[in-house]
């Protein structure tokens, strides 16, 4: 991987360039020499460039999956997203383990980051963050079972979702450096944080200090979906998990306040209370 790294600030203007435009550039030729240092072989990559780059980069998500057994969203082919802001999502996660998928969109799919701990606002709590194959724009809406047996099995939430932006200027070349910079817009994670890479597919995800910092643990006081303001367990029930499913989806769930409702879809109002709580 590293090897190709190289070319990436070449094959993100391309791309970029695309972006705008999901047709192909007729006047790609006349638009090369104003972009290049070194338009050795701009001429011959560019015409087909963002299509494989495309299946390439979802290839990995696609092998694991049975489009027929599982609802997860099949792989497809993004269109031009103009200028709509870049999306992030956050899905919790009950497979073999909890843990939270952290996903920022870039170039057509969402680059993904499992959180075994979940993202949190402390600055000085560095999160392990496992890289994982890129999923398709489409996964962002996901919230529901994976059937026992397929890969992830288990229930998954919508945990925060909204836009990002990059806080580092070339976004291919910090990540190729292991150190992207950005700011969060979503309902639970917001403000600038850092994703830092330790060695392989390993990273840590911190909260760079800044107004939205916070000691709050945002997995026990803000636990439930943002799209459906459901728990974990909800989620599974409704989409008739098998019963180690459910069980397993209502043991990550955090415990609930003393009150009667057992299916009641809104927070506790007691919420920002317990949150301002010293812990
Ligand atoms: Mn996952």
């Given at each position: 991987m590293s090897a190709s790294r190289r070319d990436i600030g070449d094959g993100r203007a391309a791309s970029r360039s695309a972006s705008t435009n999901a047709k192909p550039r007729p006047k790609s030729s006349a638009r090369a020499p104003a972009r290049g240092s070194s338009n050795r072989s701009n001429?011959?990559?560019v015409p087909h460039l963002p299509d494989l780059s495309q299946y390439g980069r979802l290839a990995e998500y696609r092998a694991k999956r049975r489009f027929d057994v599982t609802p997860e969203p099949?792989?497809?082919?993004?269109?031009?997203?103009g200028a709509r802001p870049l999306a992030f999502v956050v899905q919790k996660h009950r497979a073999g383990h909890l843990h939270y998928d952290f996903r920022l969109e870039h170039e057509g799919v969402m680059l993904s980051w499992a959180v075994p701990k979940g993202p949190a606002p402390d600055p000085s709590v560095k999160r392990l963050a496992m890289q994982t194959e890129p999923h398709p724009l489409d996964y962002n809406l996901f919230e529901g079972v994976i059937p026992e047996g397929e890969y992830g099995g288990?229930?998954?939430m919508i945990w925060d979702r909204g836009t990002w932006k990059?806080?580092?200027d070339d976004v291919d070349r910090a990540l190729a450096r292991g150190d992207l910079k950005f700011r969060l817009h979503g309902k639970k994670l917001r403000g600038s944080w850092v994703l830092v890479r330790t060695r392989d597919r390993t990273w840590l995800l911190i909260k760079h200090r800044d107004e939205f910092a916070s000691t709050e643990d945002l997995t026990v006081t803000k636990p439930l979906s943002v799209v459906s303001r459901r728990t974990l367990a909800g989620i599974a029930r409704a989409a008739g998990a098998s019963a180690r499913q459910l069980e397993q989806a209502a043991g990550a769930?955090?415990?609930r306040p003393a009150r009667g409702a057992a299916t009641a879809a809104e927070p506790a109002p007691s919420r920002l209370a317990r949150a301002a709580r010293p812990r």
């Open positions: 001429a011959a990559r099949p792989p497809a082919m993004p269109g031009s997203r288990g229930t998954v990059p806080e580092s769930d955090p415990p």
